[in-house]
């Protein structure tokens, strides 16, 4: 019974510093990672709806973005870059089978956040959580670095 209170206990304190570490800024983080995500509108019926996604790049410079398309979503319209300020970032799309490509000709720089917007998004259209898997590659490294999933919910109506 000790040991069950003990690792209760722990586990607790554990979540609560883990919080609170992440509930002080998000751009803090010394790692690139996913911020907000939504779908505009979120009726999982509408054609041509937008799913957005948020990146806080940190560390290197950000040159490449992949992201991976759930079975059964297509992106008719592209896909738009913006920083916090709204204002667009050039980029280069390409989307082969289930994979979308932004390049950055210009890295897009540590502690800079940016808004991906994938417009023209069309679903099989039931309520459903979508699942985007979202990679990156910094300036300088030939490998993709796994950020997660980008969660984009959306609703039946």
């Known amino acids: 019974m000790k040991k069950l209170i003990y690792t209760v206990a722990f ?4 979540a609560s510093s883990v919080s609170t570490a992440w509930a002080k800024n998000p751009n803090d983080a010394k790692f690139s990672h996913l ?19 948020d990146v806080h790049v940190q560390g290197k410079a950000l040159s490449e973005l992949a992201i991976d398309l759930p079975e059964g979503v297509s992106i008719d319209k592209g896909i738009e ?51 985007y898997p979202v990679s990156i590659k910094k300036v300088d490294m030939k490998e993709e670095i796994p950020l997660g999933l980008a969660r984009i919910q959306t609703y039946g109506g």
């Open 11 to 14: 586990t607790l304190v554990l």
């Open 35 to 53: 911020g907000n995500s939504a779908a505009v509108p979120n009726n999982a019926r509408t054609l041509n709806a937008t799913h957005k996604f």
């Open 81 to 131: 870059v913006e920083n916090k300020l709204g204002q667009k970032i050039p980029t280069t799309l390409s989307i082969n089978n289930r994979k979308a490509t932004v390049a950055f000709p210009e890295p897009v720089a540590p502690g800079t956040s940016i808004s991906i917007r994938m417009e023209g998004v069309n679903t099989p259209g039931y309520e459903e959580t979508w699942h």
